[in-house]
């Protein structure tokens, strides 16, 4: 079992922690019903050293020192499954040894990740409930579900990545409040609920049936959901139109599940090719690990999945499925209590629909209409052709004609940021034209190329102004402040040295002057001397880069990416901290299209390009950027 990611699960209570509670005045077990505890098997006290010592040795730093010894309890309640049918469920419940005379306790809810053998839970090996253990350590209860379809509920599947899990979770709580009933152990009002991975689905599903089933019984005082599948209809079309997928397991206990809880009552085979619909409801018969199960199917989509479920799915077809998913599907609804939503440190995976969310938040200023364009456009109405294909050309661009809606060719790659950047930067000529060629006659639709570069990097300094505007760690700074900086460098100083590149050049050229090899290696070394400085170290064959920057062989276009980007951030500027004239200007520039000359264009939207005020201001920005660069790193 992998233990590192749990550091944040044990610092998330810390985190969360509110007021001391008030103690809950009425105790009184539930004799029978949901949440009614059938059996108790004391499994012994971990002492506080031994934890102390675990972490040491697994090289693990919760953020929290364990202080006292814990109790540890086997404990099986009642249940019912999504027919209402009554069963039985298992869980741990880890208290606090000491004197507990006196003292209050809040219930920390630990779910765990995906797990498909029925055995590797809590109930049975308790190291397997590692924050609901490490949390008692410091003065809660801890309270670990194995979750319905484990443990001791091995005639049910299991509901995995279903909200109807939750359910369990909500009889667990029931049951270990019963249990401290019992045991003479007093809580206060606070109840903390965290999980990992698909534990992450369930602490924010249970957050969100307690607050609309469930509030009369329950208050939550906070939750912490991590890593986890919460748009289950986005996050299962986006696995399907990948080409591998490293979890098969994953999705197979996913359909497989769904199948029987939405009594679809499907075969195997109507989901997955063979030999793989003949071994996955073994598989997924509980007695297997994920990891074991992974070994006997293959990561390729399309060799997993039959051809046909796919081209229904990732088409129009498969409806039901999709409807299931859709709600079960946590999103679209507003906790009352705090949620703290965790990631991984290094875990810089951005999906399509996050990434549009984030470009959206970030552009607010611009307006509601705006936004809700930009925003079915790039979900609903197909304006970005998104992911790598086979035999697709590589980079980004933004296209279209008069009649059509915009068009983004993009190869949107989910393991970096930057992609994130390239789609806000492609929407901004997207929205930028469809607004021209709504507003605008055929004849002035066109915007020329002085300004083409204008929306699309106003787009991308409101991003950063958002990105830097949330709580963000040291890191994340650092690197947006870097990328803001390679940013003005790669387009003010150095697409402005690549301007008078070409004006050298053809200038010479006019002279009758022999444009050679050596000419053009001389005039790009003495160019790139002259720009970056006598310190920095050149490689003599970059004065062949000339050669092979593409925008050359288009003479006198470089330029306009400097004009650009000195006028979009200026506009930015004017449009985030002013008001409803800003924003105006800033919208009729884009409706304008070719209607003016573009220098008129921008004056009316706010910015004279033909003063040095533009540009003077973009450099001032560069050197507070560096100046921000060295007190985040010093």
Known sequence: MKYFFRKNIILSIILLIGCEGT??????????????????????????????DFLKDNNIDIGVVPVLDVKVYSIVYETVDWNGNPRQASGAIYIPDENNSGKKYPIYSGQHGTESKRSNVASITPIRGFDAMFAASIGYIGSSPDLLGLGVSNDVVHPYVHAFVAEGVVDMTRATKNFACGNDIQLNDQLF?????????????????????????????????????????????????????????????TYMSYNEIENMNRPASEFFQSPFAERIPQLMDGTKTIGEANKDLTNKIKDLFSAKFLTDYLGDG???????????????????????????????T?????????????LQPLGADYMEILRKGLLEDRWADRYESKGKRSGAYSSGCYDSNPFILMNYQEDNINSMYTLAHEAGHSMHSFLSRKTQPYLYADYT???????STFNEALLTKYLFSQDIDKSMKIYLTCREIDNLRGTLYRQTMFAEFEHLIYASAEKNQPMTLDAFKDIYQKLLKEYFGENTTLDDCLSLECFRIPHFYFSFYVYKYATGISAAY???????????????????FLKGGGSKYPIDLLKDAGVDMTSPEPVRTALKKFSALVNQLETLTN
């Open 350 to 362: 951005v999906g399509y629909n996050n990434s549009v969310e984030k470009i959206l938040d970030s």
């Open 570 to 588: 200026a506009l930015a500027d004017m449009v985030s901290e002013g008001g409803t004239t800003e924003l105006n200007d800033y919208l009729n």
């Open 23 to 52: 103690i809950t005045e009425d105790c009184a077990t539930t004799e029978t019903g949901r949440g009614h505890v059938i059996s108790v098997l004391p499994l012994g006290t971990i002492s506080a050293s031994y934890l102390t």
């Open 318 to 348: 498969e409806k039901e499925l999709k409807n299931a998913f859709a709600e079960n599907s946590l999103v679209g609804w507003s906790p009352k209590a705090p949620i703290k939503l965790f990631h991984g440190e290094n875990d810089i």
């Open 449 to 455: 190329i002085f300004v083409a570069e204008v929306a």
């Open 193 to 253: 609920v965290i999980g990992y991975s698909e534990g992450g689905y369930v602490a924010m599903a249970t957050h969100k049936l307690i607050e609309e089933k469930y509030a009369d019984e329950f208050s939550i005082t906070a939750s912490a959901p991590m890593a986890g599948p919460y748009d289950m209809r986005y996050a299962s079309k986006r696995i399907l139109s990948r080409e591998t997928y490293s979890q098969p397991g994953y999705t197979s206990f």
